[in-house]
C-alpha cells in the first residue's frame, strides 16, 4: 500500500509542478499600480519620450491593442502604408497639430474611429494622470515624428477641450465648461458629439440627439445621463457601456438641469 | 498651506489601519490562501449533494440499491468535508477582518444584512446536512424514503442560496453598479441593487455547473484511491463503478462549463470593455493559453480514461482501432487551442516579432481556430463516450442499421457546420465572428442530444456481449482519475484568480482603491506558486477527512455476496 500512496503522492506533485513549471515560463507580466508621474519644468522631451514609452507597455495597456496587430490602427511601425503614429498624425485631421491629435484621441476616443476598427478603446484621460498621457502623447509624436509636447502643456490639461477628467483626481463641477450653463458650451465641453448627431452637426456613431425631445421626456434622457447603463437605444445594443458615466460628477445641478431642459426641447 | 497639510492628516487618518500585516508571507498571499482553499472546500459541498440527490432519485425510482449506496456514500464524504468549510470560511472572515479592516468595514456597510441571512442559513445548511446523513438508513423505505430525499432537495436549496449570496459579494467587487462612485457611501446602497449586479447572475450559474464537475472529479478521486486500496474484487468493482460515474458526471458538465463562461465574459466586456480586454487581451493573455493547456490535458486524460476502461467491456475490442483518429483529432485540437494571439508585449519585442501575431501561427491563434478545435473535441470526447456505451450491446431494432447512419451523419453535419462557419470566420468583421460561436455550439449541442435520443432508443431490447467486468481496470486508469482531479482543482484555482485578476489595484473596481503595498496584480508565475500551494492544502486536507471519514466506516465488502452492495462482474448498465 505504500508504494501505491507515493505513486498517487507523486501524481499530484509532479502534475502541480508541471503546471507551475509552465507558468513560470512564459512572459511574466505583472499589472501595476498607476504611479504618479513626477515631470519637472525643465523635463527634456527625451525624459518625456522615456516615461511615456513606459506609459504605452506598462500601465497604459496600449500594446494590448496598439500593437502591430489588427485590433486596432498600428502605431509603432506603419498603418496600412501611411507610416507610424508620428508620421501621419498631423494630417489625420485637417487644422490640427499632432499634439492636437493625439490628445483628442486619449481624451475622445470615439472621436477618430478609423475605418475598418470597432469603437472599444476607452477614455485614457480617465485612466492616466495628465502627465501621463502627456508623456504618452510625446512618445507616439517621436514614432516618426517630432516631439514637440513640453512642461507647458502638461498643466493644460488639454490643447483643444478644457474638459478634461483627468485621471488623478477629475474636473470639478465649477470647471466644467468653465462653469458655463450655455447647453452648446456644455455640449461641447462634454464632447457629445464625438458620437451623438445633433442639429446636424457631430458624429452617427451614438443614437441622434436631434429629435431626442420627441422620444425621450427630461426625467428619461437626466436618468440617461447620469446612468449611462440604465437603458440602451434599440439598435446601439452593441455600444452599452461606451458613454463615459463621469458626467454626473463632472456638470453642477444647474448645467445638468440646463443640458436636459435643451435636449428635451429638440422635439 | 494650511489646506494642504489638513489634507495631509486627513489622507494619513484615512489610511491609518486600513490593512494589517501577516508574518512571512504577508497580508494579500494569506487571504488568498483562505479564500482559495475554503472556495474549493465549498465548491465540493455544494457540488456533491446536487448529484447525491440525483443518484438517490435513480435509486428509488429505479428501485436500483446501488445507486442508494452510491448516494449514501457520496454524502458520508460531503459530512466531512463540511466541517473544514466551515473552518476556512472562519479563517478567511477573520484574515480581511484583521488584514483588510477598512475594506472589511466597507463591505460589512453595503452587504451587512445579507451576511446576518447567510450565518442562518449556514445552520439551516448544516442541520439538513445531518438529518440528510443520519436518517439515510431509518427513513430508507416507503413513504419515508421519499421524505428523506426531499431533505436532500431542501439541502441543495440551501447550499444554492448560500452560494448565491457569497456570490453577490464577490461580482459586487468586480462590476458595482454604474451609479456607484467612490464618493457613495456605502450605508446609503441599496442592498438588493448591490447584490443584482452585472455580473452576479452569471457567477452563480457558471458556479453552480463548475461545483457539480469539481465535485464529480474530486469523488472520482476518491474512488480511484479506494479501488487501489481495495481488498476484494467486490470493493474493487464498487470503487470502479464510483469513479466511473464521478468521472462522468466530471466531464459531462465540463461540456457545459464553456458556455457558461462566454456569457459571463459577455457580460463582464458590456460592463467595461477595458477590463474586458484586460482579461481577455492584456497582462491576463497569456493566461488563456496556460487554460488552454489545461482543457487539453482534461480532454486527453478523460478520453483516455474512457479508452482504458473499454478494456473491461466485451465487444468493445471492435471499436478499439478507432481510437487513434479519435486521439489525432484531440491532440490537433489541443494544438490550435493553445496557439498564442495577441501577446502582450513592448514595443521592441513587437516590432522583433513582426507583429502580434506569429506571421504563420497567428491564424491559428484567432477565436475562429479556437473554437473550431474545441467544439471538434467536444464531439470527439462525445464520440468516444457513444463507442464506450455501445461497446457490449449489439442493436437488435430493425432500423438499427439506418439509425447508426443516421447517427454518422449527424456527427458529420456538427462536424460540418463548425469547420463551416470556423473558416467563414476568417472573412467577416468581429462582430459577425463572434455570433458564429452560437452556430457552432448549437449544432454540436444538437448532434449530442439527437444522436443520444437515437442511441436509447435503439439500445433497446439489445443483445448483450457481456457484462462490464468492474473491478478489471489496470492501475494507470485510476492514477488518471488523480491527474484528471489535480488538474480540476489548479484550473479552479487559475480561473479564480483571472477573475479576481481582473479588477486589478481595485478592492471594488474603480470605487475602493488598493493602496496596501500588494495592490499589484502579481504575474502569472507567482500565482502559479499560490494555486499550486492551495490546490496542495485542498488534497492534503481532503485526503486527511477523508482518512478520518473512513476509521470510522465499517466494510459491508466481502469477497463473496452482498451481490447489492457491490456487483462485481454483473453490472451492464453505465
Same mark, same amino acid.
Given at each position: 500500500?505504500?508504494?501505491?500512496?507515493?505513486?498517487?503522492?507523486?501524481?499530484?506533485?509532479?502534475?502541480?509542478?508541471?503546471?507551475?513549471?509552465?507558468?513560470? +515560463?512564459?512572459?511574466?507580466? !505583472?499589472?501595476?499600480? /498607476?504611479?504618479?508621474?513626477?515631470?519637472?519644468?525643465?523635463?527634456?522631451? !527625451?525624459?518625456?519620450?522615456?516615461?511615456?514609452?513606459?506609459?504605452?507597455?506598462?500601465?497604459?495597456?496600449?500594446?494590448?491593442?496598439?500593437?502591430?496587430?489588427?485590433?486596432?490602427?498600428?502605431?509603432?511601425?506603419?498603418?496600412?502604408?501611411?507610416?507610424?503614429?508620428?508620421?501621419?498624425?498631423?494630417?489625420? !485631421?485637417?487644422?490640427?497639430?499632432? +499634439?492636437?491629435?493625439?490628445?483628442?484621441?486619449?481624451?475622445?476616443?470615439?472621436?477618430?474611429?478609423?475605418?475598418?476598427?470597432?469603437?472599444?478603446?476607452?477614455?485614457?484621460?480617465?485612466?492616466?494622470? /495628465?502627465?501621463?498621457?502627456?508623456?504618452?502623447?510625446?512618445?507616439?509624436?517621436?514614432?516618426?515624428?517630432?516631439?514637440?509636447?513640453?512642461?507647458?502643456?502638461?498643466?493644460?490639461?488639454?490643447?483643444?477641450?478644457?474638459?478634461?477628467?483627468?485621471?488623478?483626481?477629475?474636473?470639478?463641477?465649477?470647471?466644467?465648461?468653465?462653469?458655463?450653463?450655455?447647453?452648446? #458650451?456644455?455640449?461641447? #465641453?462634454?464632447?457629445?458629439?464625438?458620437?451623438?448627431?445633433?442639429?446636424?452637426?457631430?458624429?452617427?456613431?451614438?443614437?441622434?440627439?436631434?429629435?431626442?425631445? =420627441?422620444?425621450? =421626456?427630461? !426625467?428619461?434622457?437626466?436618468?440617461?445621463?447620469?446612468?449611462?447603463? =440604465?437603458?440602451?437605444?434599440?439598435?446601439?445594443?452593441?455600444?452599452?457601456?461606451?458613454?463615459?458615466? #463621469?458626467?454626473?460628477?463632472?456638470?453642477?445641478?444647474?448645467?445638468?438641469?440646463?443640458?436636459?431642459?435643451?435636449?428635451?426641447?429638440? +422635439? | 498651506?494650511?489646506?494642504?497639510?489638513?489634507?495631509?492628516?486627513?489622507?494619513?487618518?484615512?489610511?491609518?489601519?486600513?490593512?494589517?500585516?501577516?508574518?512571512?508571507?504577508?497580508?494579500?498571499?494569506?487571504?488568498?490562501?483562505?479564500?482559495?482553499?475554503?472556495?474549493?472546500?465549498?465548491?465540493?459541498?455544494?457540488?456533491?449533494?446536487?448529484?447525491?440527490?440525483?443518484?438517490?432519485?435513480?435509486?428509488?425510482? $429505479?428501485?436500483?440499491?446501488?445507486?442508494?449506496?452510491?448516494?449514501?456514500?457520496?454524502?458520508?464524504?460531503?459530512?466531512?468535508?463540511?466541517?473544514?468549510?466551515?473552518?476556512?470560511?472562519?479563517?478567511?472572515?477573520?484574515?480581511?477582518?484583521?488584514?483588510?479592516?477598512?475594506?472589511?468595514?466597507?463591505?460589512?456597510?453595503?452587504?451587512?444584512?445579507?451576511?446576518?441571512?447567510?450565518?442562518?442559513?449556514?445552520?439551516?445548511?448544516?442541520?439538513?446536512?445531518?438529518?440528510?446523513?443520519?436518517?439515510?438508513?431509518?427513513?430508507?423505505?416507503?413513504?419515508?424514503?421519499?421524505?428523506?430525499?426531499?431533505?436532500?432537495?431542501?439541502?441543495?436549496?440551501?447550499?444554492?442560496?448560500?452560494?448565491?449570496?457569497?456570490?453577490?459579494?464577490?461580482?459586487?467587487?468586480?462590476?458595482?453598479?454604474?451609479?456607484?462612485?467612490?464618493?457613495?457611501?456605502?450605508?446609503?446602497?441599496? @442592498?438588493?441593487?448591490?447584490?443584482?449586479?452585472?455580473?452576479?447572475?452569471?457567477?452563480?450559474?457558471?458556479?453552480?455547473?463548475?461545483?457539480?464537475?469539481?465535485?464529480?472529479? *474530486?469523488?472520482?478521486?476518491?474512488?480511484?484511491?479506494?479501488?487501489?486500496?481495495?481488498?476484494?474484487?467486490?470493493?474493487?468493482?464498487?470503487?470502479?463503478?464510483?469513479?466511473?460515474?464521478?468521472?462522468?458526471?466530471? %466531464?459531462? &458538465?465540463?461540456?457545459?462549463?464553456?458556455? &457558461?463562461?462566454?456569457?459571463?465574459?459577455?457580460?463582464?466586456?458590456?460592463?467595461?470593455?477595458?477590463?474586458?480586454?484586460?482579461?481577455?487581451?492584456?497582462?491576463?493573455?497569456?493566461?488563456?493559453?496556460?487554460?488552454?493547456?489545461?482543457?487539453?490535458?482534461?480532454?486527453?486524460?478523460?478520453?483516455?480514461?474512457?479508452? %482504458?476502461?473499454?478494456?473491461? *467491456?466485451?465487444?468493445?475490442?471492435?471499436?478499439?482501432?478507432?481510437?487513434?483518429?479519435?486521439?489525432?483529432?484531440?491532440?490537433?485540437?489541443?494544438?490550435?487551442?493553445?496557439?498564442?494571439?495577441?501577446? *502582450?508585449?513592448?514595443?521592441?519585442?513587437?516590432?522583433?516579432?513582426?507583429?502580434?501575431?506569429?506571421?504563420?501561427?497567428?491564424?491559428?491563434?484567432?477565436?475562429?481556430?479556437?473554437?473550431?478545435?474545441?467544439?471538434?473535441?467536444?464531439?470527439?470526447?462525445?464520440?468516444?463516450?457513444?463507442?464506450?456505451?455501445?461497446?457490449?450491446?449489439?442493436?437488435?431494432?430493425?432500423?438499427?442499421?439506418?439509425?447508426?447512419?443516421?447517427?454518422?451523419?449527424?456527427?458529420?453535419?456538427?462536424?460540418?457546420?463548425? @469547420?463551416?462557419?470556423? *473558416?467563414?470566420?476568417?472573412?467577416?468583421?468581429?462582430?459577425?465572428?463572434?455570433?458564429?460561436?452560437?452556430?457552432?455550439?448549437?449544432?454540436?449541442?444538437?448532434?449530442?442530444?439527437?444522436?443520444?435520443?437515437?442511441?436509447?432508443?435503439?439500445?433497446? $431490447?439489445?443483445?448483450?456481449?457481456?457484462?462490464?467486468?468492474?473491478?478489471?481496470?489496470?492501475?494507470?486508469?485510476?492514477?488518471?482519475?488523480?491527474?484528471? &482531479?489535480?488538474?480540476?482543482?489548479?484550473?479552479?484555482?487559475?480561473? $479564480?484568480?483571472?477573475?479576481?485578476?481582473?479588477?486589478?489595484?481595485?478592492?471594488?473596481?474603480?470605487?475602493?482603491?488598493?493602496?496596501?503595498?500588494?495592490?499589484?496584480?502579481?504575474?502569472?508565475?507567482?500565482?502559479?506558486?499560490?494555486?499550486?500551494?492551495?490546490?496542495?492544502?485542498?488534497?492534503?486536507?481532503?485526503?486527511?477527512?477523508?482518512?478520518?471519514?473512513?476509521?470510522?466506516?465499517?466494510?459491508?465488502?466481502?469477497?463473496?455476496?452482498?451481490?447489492?452492495?457491490?456487483?462485481?462482474?454483473?453490472?451492464?448498465?453505465?
Amino acid at each position: 500500500m505504500w508504494a501505491t500512496n507515493l505513486k498517487v503522492v507523486a501524481i499530484v506533485l509532479g502534475t502541480l509542478a508541471l503546471y507551475t513549471l509552465i507558468a513560470n +515560463k512564459i512572459p511574466q507580466v !505583472e499589472s501595476e499600480v /498607476p504611479q504618479t508621474l513626477t515631470l519637472g519644468a525643465n523635463v527634456t522631451p !527625451e525624459q518625456l519620450v522615456a516615461a511615456g514609452e513606459k506609459v504605452f507597455n506598462g500601465i497604459g495597456g496600449c500594446t494590448t491593442c496598439h500593437g502591430l496587430g489588427t485590433r486596432a490602427p498600428n502605431l509603432l511601425t506603419d498603418e496600412k502604408g501611411t507610416g507610424a503614429i508620428g508620421v501621419r498624425c498631423g494630417k489625420r !485631421e485637417a487644422g490640427k497639430t499632432c +499634439k492636437q491629435y493625439l490628445y483628442e484621441s486619449l481624451d475622445q476616443p470615439t472621436a477618430y474611429i478609423v475605418a475598418g476598427y470597432q469603437p472599444i478603446m476607452p477614455v485614457m484621460t480617465k485612466q492616466l494622470s /495628465p502627465q501621463q498621457v502627456w508623456a504618452v502623447i510625446a512618445f507616439l509624436e517621436s514614432q516618426g515624428g517630432t516631439v514637440d509636447v513640453s512642461a507647458s502643456d502638461i498643466p493644460a490639461t488639454s490643447p483643444t477641450s478644457p474638459t478634461s477628467a483627468g485621471g488623478a483626481g477629475g474636473a470639478g463641477g465649477a470647471a466644467f465648461a468653465g462653469g458655463s450653463t450655455d447647453p452648446k #458650451a456644455i455640449i461641447q #465641453a462634454a464632447g457629445c458629439l464625438a458620437c451623438h448627431k445633433l442639429d446636424g452637426q457631430g458624429q452617427v456613431i451614438a443614437p441622434d440627439l436631434t429629435h431626442v425631445g =420627441s422620444r425621450r =421626456s427630461a !426625467e428619461s434622457i437626466r436618468r440617461k445621463i447620469l446612468d449611462p447603463a =440604465s437603458s440602451t437605444a434599440k439598435g446601439y445594443e452593441r455600444l452599452a457601456g461606451i458613454m463615459p458615466k #463621469a458626467f454626473g460628477t463632472m456638470m453642477n445641478a444647474a448645467q445638468l438641469e440646463a443640458l436636459v431642459q435643451y435636449l428635451a426641447a429638440h +422635439k | 498651506m494650511t489646506e494642504h497639510l489638513l489634507l495631509g492628516l486627513q489622507a494619513a487618518a484615512d489610511t491609518t489601519r486600513a490593512y494589517g500585516e501577516f508574518p512571512l508571507i504577508g497580508a494579500r498571499a494569506a487571504v488568498w490562501i483562505a479564500a482559495e482553499v475554503h472556495l474549493m472546500f465549498a465548491a465540493f459541498v455544494l457540488g456533491v449533494p446536487m448529484f447525491a440527490v440525483v443518484a438517490e432519485a435513480i435509486g428509488i425510482f $429505479g428501485k436500483d440499491q446501488r445507486y442508494d449506496r452510491l448516494a449514501k456514500e457520496f454524502t458520508r464524504l460531503l459530512l466531512v468535508a463540511y466541517s473544514a468549510t466551515a473552518i476556512w470560511g472562519a479563517v478567511l472572515v477573520f484574515f480581511l477582518a484583521t488584514l483588510y479592516p477598512k475594506f472589511w468595514a466597507y463591505l460589512t456597510a453595503v452587504f451587512g444584512p445579507s451576511m446576518w441571512a447567510y450565518a442562518g442559513l449556514f445552520f439551516c445548511e448544516s442541520f439538513t446536512l445531518y438529518l440528510y446523513y443520519y436518517g439515510w438508513d431509518r427513513w430508507k423505505y416507503g413513504r419515508p424514503k421519499l421524505g428523506h430525499w426531499s431533505l436532500g432537495l431542501l439541502l441543495n436549496l440551501w447550499g444554492t442560496i448560500v452560494m448565491f449570496i457569497a456570490n453577490s459579494w464577490l461580482t459586487y467587487m468586480m462590476t458595482p453598479p454604474r451609479d456607484i462612485t467612490p464618493t457613495t457611501d456605502p450605508a446609503t446602497i441599496k @442592498l438588493w441593487h448591490a447584490i443584482a449586479n452585472a455580473t452576479w447572475m452569471p457567477i452563480n450559474v457558471h458556479r453552480l455547473i463548475a461545483n457539480v464537475v469539481f465535485g464529480g472529479a *474530486i469523488v472520482a478521486a476518491y474512488a480511484s484511491y479506494r479501488f487501489l486500496a481495495a481488498k476484494t474484487d467486490e470493493e474493487r468493482a464498487h470503487y470502479d463503478w464510483m469513479g466511473y460515474v464521478g468521472n462522468f458526471i466530471a %466531464i459531462s &458538465a465540463l461540456i457545459v462549463l464553456p458556455f &457558461a463562461g462566454y456569457w459571463l465574459g459577455r457580460e463582464i466586456y458590456q460592463y467595461d470593455q477595458s477590463m474586458g480586454i484586460t482579461m481577455m487581451g492584456g497582462f491576463m493573455s497569456w493566461l488563456w493559453v496556460i487554460q488552454a493547456f489545461l482543457i487539453a490535458v482534461l480532454f486527453l486524460t478523460g478520453n483516455y480514461y474512457l479508452w %482504458i476502461g473499454m478494456g473491461r *467491456i466485451p465487444g468493445a475490442e471492435r471499436f478499439r482501432p478507432y481510437t487513434k483518429y479519435l486521439l489525432i483529432v484531440l491532440v490537433l485540437g489541443a494544438i490550435v487551442w493553445g496557439t498564442p494571439h495577441t501577446m *502582450i508585449a513592448d514595443s521592441k519585442e513587437l516590432a522583433a516579432m513582426g507583429g502580434s501575431h506569429h506571421p504563420f501561427l497567428g491564424a491559428l491563434g484567432v477565436m475562429s481556430a479556437k473554437n473550431t478545435a474545441v467544439n471538434l473535441m467536444i464531439l470527439t470526447t462525445f464520440l468516444s463516450f457513444l463507442l464506450y456505451r455501445r461497446a457490449n450491446t449489439r442493436p437488435v431494432v430493425p432500423w438499427a442499421k439506418s439509425g447508426t447512419m443516421i447517427q454518422g451523419a449527424m456527427f458529420a453535419l456538427a462536424a460540418g457546420v463548425v @469547420l463551416f462557419y470556423g *473558416i467563414r470566420g476568417y472573412f467577416v468583421e468581429a462582430i459577425v465572428r463572434i455570433g458564429f460561436s452560437v452556430y457552432q455550439v448549437l449544432a454540436v449541442l444538437g448532434c449530442i442530444v439527437a444522436v443520444t435520443v437515437i442511441d436509447v432508443l435503439m439500445g433497446r $431490447g439489445a443483445q448483450s456481449l457481456g457484462a462490464i467486468q468492474w473491478g478489471k481496470m489496470p492501475p494507470r486508469s485510476q492514477y488518471a482519475l488523480f491527474i484528471l &482531479a489535480v488538474t480540476f482543482t489548479w484550473l479552479m484555482g487559475l480561473m $479564480g484568480f483571472a477573475r479576481s485578476g481582473i479588477r486589478q489595484y481595485w478592492h471594488v473596481w474603480q470605487v475602493v482603491q488598493d493602496t496596501s503595498k500588494y495592490a499589484a496584480t502579481p504575474a502569472l508565475g507567482y500565482a502559479s506558486k499560490m494555486i499550486s500551494l492551495c490546490v496542495l492544502i485542498f488534497l492534503t486536507l481532503v485526503g486527511f477527512v477523508f482518512w478520518l471519514g473512513g476509521l470510522a466506516e465499517k466494510s459491508t465488502f466481502v469477497a463473496t455476496g452482498d451481490r447489492e452492495g457491490g456487483g462485481g462482474g454483473r453490472h451492464v448498465g453505465h
